[in-house]
């Protein structure tokens, strides 16, 4: 269990926390025989990058361009070496997120001296085939069965936003009272973009256009499905394009879809704050808490290709086989939203969350066979630093502050409006 004197750790069950700790446990195995300082250096400076030929983005070891957010953590106080461009407000805003997880971690819970290195990206960047005996020890989002990283919570869990985005979980519609369609919208991103020397063609690579095939497979049942992308992209030629729909808005439909991008999605998290039942891609992609997840339970799963999406909306909703009787919201649709909302309610508080990032860390400082020392262009972390200054775009939107963060604001656009006193300046 983690120790701590901060009432946050309270918040949660036994039975949970116990839960987290064995799944940190689990995570760490692939370095149980210890992690040495020069394991961490190499991390450190080699493995940001891409190294999967069949994607996007690869590039071919030992080449390396850029390098692994480090955070370091001395008596008690956070530094961390920055890994993202100043005219990169994407990473910048994912490398704040990462700082406060921490630091809230931190604050809640108390943690050790500790060393280590993390990936902002949106895909695992160590192939298992790629790995030695004594891997890289890389903190990431997401891992495969055919990578190896230490999962690490995804930015839609910023301290700052999540608790309020979390809580409104019980203010949302039933589903009897929602609109008996999937809905799905956002940009038509996949694992062939940044690919060098050819473009992909839905002919050839449908496999890696996810959403391209989702507009596709929609296109067989809109009266059941209203998917649209929200900007022109060449992934998605001759496809219609909407205004993007904020997430508080996917509450008045009573189906909510999840399907790869570039890599790895974070949308699952919210969408299970919005208390719908979702339908959700096969996917290799695992966030920290996927194994806790039961298919036919707290989600219906959609085959990678999306071939079945129609079929598992009309399965779900209470239309009549033959299409005459209106759609509407079947008891297993009831069900799976129930269980959802259970699950996050369990597991996806921000309680929940910094309790297994607690835990982790420990564990990981256990492994540690080396000293933590202060990178030389270490810099001690201010969490103000993350607020926003006159200026920026900040606000709420449903109780939601983005502050810094451009993904919380393409889903929330009403909480990233200019503020009046700063736009006036």
């Known amino acids: 269990m983690v120790a701590s004197s901060h009432p946050y750790a309270a918040a949660i069950r036994d039975s949970t926390n116990t839960t987290l700790t064995a799944l940190a446990a689990a995570y760490l195995q692939p370095w149980a025989a210890g992690i040495t300082q020069r394991q961490l250096d190499d991390a450190h400076l080699h493995w940001a990058d891409y190294r999967d030929p069949q994607w996007g983005g690869y590039l071919p070891p030992p080449t390396s361009i850029n390098r692994l957010l480090r955070l370091t953590i001395l008596s008690g106080r956070l530094h961390y070496v920055n890994s993202a461009s100043s005219r990169s407000s994407r990473r910048l805003a994912r490398q704040r997120v990462a700082l406060r997880l921490v630091q809230h971690a931190l604050d809640a819970h108390g943690l050790p001296d500790l060393d280590l290195v993390l990936s902002i990206a949106d895909r695992p960047t160590v192939p298992r085939r790629l790995a030695t005996r004594r891997p890289p020890p890389v903190f990431a989002y997401a891992r495969t069965h055919a990578h190896l990283a230490i999962p690490f919570p995804y930015l839609s869990f910023d301290p700052l936003r999540w608790p309020r985005l979390h809580a409104a979980r019980a203010r949302r519609p039933p589903l009897a009272r929602r609109e008996p369609k999937a809905i799905w919208r956002g940009a038509c991103n996949s694992l062939c973009d940044m690919m060098r020397g050819r473009r992909c063609s839905p002919l050839t690579d449908l496999a890696l256009l996810d959403r391209y095939a989702l507009l596709r497979a929609a296109e067989r049942c809109p009266h059941l499905a209203d998917v649209a992308i929200t900007a022109h992209h060449r992934n998605c030629p001759g496809v219609r394009v909407l205004p993007p729909m904020p997430m508080a808005e996917h509450a008045r439909y009573a189906f909510l879809l999840h399907v790869d991008g570039n890599g790895f999605s974070g949308r699952l998290d919210e969408l299970f704050s919005l208390g719908g039942a979702i339908l959700k891609q096969d996917s290799p992609f695992e966030a920290f808490y996927y194994p806790l997840l039961r298919r036919g339970v707290h989600f219906a799963p959609l085959h990678r290709n999306l071939s079945n999406l129609c079929h598992e909306v009309h399965r779900l909703s209470a239309q009549a086989a033959d299409g005459a009787s209106p759609p509407g919201v079947s008891a297993e649709a009831q069900r799976i939203a129930s269980e959802g909302a259970a699950f996050s309610a369990e597991y996806l508080s921000l ?28 810099v001690l972390w201010r969490p103000a630093q993350s607020q926003p200054t006159t200026g920026q775009r900040s606000g709420r939107e449903g109780g939601v502050s983005c502050g810094h963060n451009a993904l919380c604001c393409q889903r929330h656009p009403r909480a990233c409006r200019v503020r009046a006193d700063a736009a006036s300046t």
């Open 351 to 378: 309680d929940a969350v910094t309790a297994y990032l607690a835990t982790l860390l420990r564990q990981y400082a256990a492994l540690q066979r080396f000293r933590p020392r202060l990178p030389a262009d270490a």
